[in-house]
């Protein structure tokens, strides 16, 4: 209702403004290199570097994102020097956003270059979706006499648990949908409106996430949840009655050990299943959206390490560092750490090179690629935002494959020479974050 709310009066602040607004700045009086004060109709303010399009206005801020805005968005512009906190603080529409309503609209999640403009402003991603009910009625005869149907903004899940677990679980995949639709807007990526809500289907024991596994035509032992790209469902299922969980969490026989002990391990065999649940349910549903709003083809040929790598970005967990796309993955760094040293010195450069011209690399593909990716999109934030939508626009078709050759040229458009020095620098920059040892919840068998 609050959203609905600000919409409304967002437009009707611009159209009020659309009377009283000074003439824009002329389009030669704007230099190259120099910072403006771009006032939108909508009550935002950018600050940045302009260039002059035929019809739009880019606009390169502090933080390296380029937003762009048609001409007719634009109240005016000003040089970015003239203006004083007094001037700023007129500019400022009546209707403030506050931290406590941003809270409200993005989740209490720390925030990376994000606005909440960006969220009523330009897009209809918010809007919610049709349910395709015809195959929401085949996923319950799948599922069972004992399933149940909940329906979010964009998800319809069909699911077996109590419905405060469906619950639980549709909050995590709105907010997924939300993080999502941010990083579009951020890189400019075309987005586009799914036909139907996405499927989700959620069982209360793991015997039923198995049948469901076998009724695709496959199994994964111990798989925490899936997304299938030819049927566009996810499935996931209360890890707490996956049988090693549920044996620990049932309590040990071992005699030896006191009750307390025994407590201890349950307690952190709860901590860690919780923690694995949204983790792995924030992953597939990540690649759920991102397939169906347009950031990558859903059969294109995109790379497996630049999929996995993007789709960790958004599995962080609420918690003290934040959650999803505002925070460190420090659970992929540790494995980073692990896997290829203190800096990197377990692998040779060539392997970065090896991931980018490959297909696949098993786990690789989910730890480099997350280090490539935030590397990315930290440094090369321009180039980042070129290279997504170049990887949206490539041709929906399993049959249409890229060459090695062909990959390491598309990269190396965009990012430079792909060499030992690029390579070095890379390592680096990820060898230097902090590690947040409190931030990881480690599975209590393993040291």
């Known amino acids: 209702m609050r959203i609905k709310r600000l919409i409304n009066l967002t437009l009707c602040f611009s159209v009020i403004a659309i009377f009283v607004a000074p003439p824009l700045a002329a389009d030669d009086e704007i230099e190259a290199g120099q910072k403006y004060r771009v006032q939108l109709l909508s009550g935002r303010e950018v ?33 970015y020097e003239e203006a004083t906190e007094a001037d700023r603080a007129a500019d400022r529409p009546a209707l403030a956003i506050t931290k406590d309503e941003i809270d409200e609209l993005l989740g209490d999640e720390s925030v990376e270059d994000l606005y909440v403009w960006d969220y009523v402003e330009k897009t209809d991603l918010m809007a919610p979706l049709e349910t395709n009910r015809d195959s929401v009625e085949l996923m319950k005869r799948m599922a069972g006499r004992a399933a149940k149907v909940l329906d979010t903004d964009h998800f319809v899940f069909v699911y077996t648990s109590p419905p405060s677990g469906a619950r639980r679980l549709a909050a995590r995949l709105e907010m997924c949908w939300k993080w999502n639709a941010a990083f579009a807007r951020m890189f400019d990526i075309p987005a586009k409106r799914p036909d139907h809500k996405l499927e989700v289907f959620y069982f209360d024991t793991y015997d039923e996430y198995e049948a469901y596994q076998s009724l695709n035509g496959f199994r994964m032992m111990g798989a925490l949840g899936f997304y299938m790209a030819t049927n566009n469902r996810c499935a996931f299922y209360d890890m707490n009655t996956y049988p090693p969980v549920a044996a620990a969490l049932g309590g040990s026989n071992d005699t030896s050990s006191s009750p307390q002990e025994r407590r201890k391990q349950r307690n952190l065999y709860k901590r860690w299943s919780d923690w694995m649940t949204l983790e792995v349910v924030q992953h597939e549903a990540t690649h759920a959206i991102q397939f169906n709003i347009g950031i990558f083809p859903k059969f294109g040929d995109a790379g497996k390490w630049m999929t996995e790598g993007l789709c960790v970005q958004f599995e962080v967990a609420p918690g003290i560092t934040g959650g999803s796309f505002g925070s460190i993955n420090y659970g992929r760094l540790d494995d980073w750490h692990t896997m290829y040293g203190e800096n990197g010195e377990a692998v040779p450069w060539t392997f970065v090179k090896n991931m980018v011209m490959s297909d696949a690399m098993g786990y690789h593909d989910y730890v480099m690629g997350w280090a490539l990716n935030y590397y990315l999109r930290k440094e090369f934030k321009e180039e980042y935002g070129e290279w997504m939508r170049s990887l949206a626009a490539r041709e929906n078709n399993w049959a249409v494959r890229t060459s090695m050759a062909e990959r390491l040229t598309a990269f190396e458009d965009c990012f430079g020479t792909l060499d030992e020095e690029w390579v070095s620098t890379m390592f680096e920059y990820i060898a230097a974050i902090p590690m947040r040892e409190s931030a990881i919840v480690r599975n209590p068998s393993r040291p």
């Open 47 to 79: 600050v940045g570097e302009v260039t002059v399009t035929a019809t739009a206005y880019k606009v390169k801020s502090a933080s390296g994102i380029t937003e762009t805005f048609k001409k007719s968005e634009v109240r005016q512009i000003l040089p």
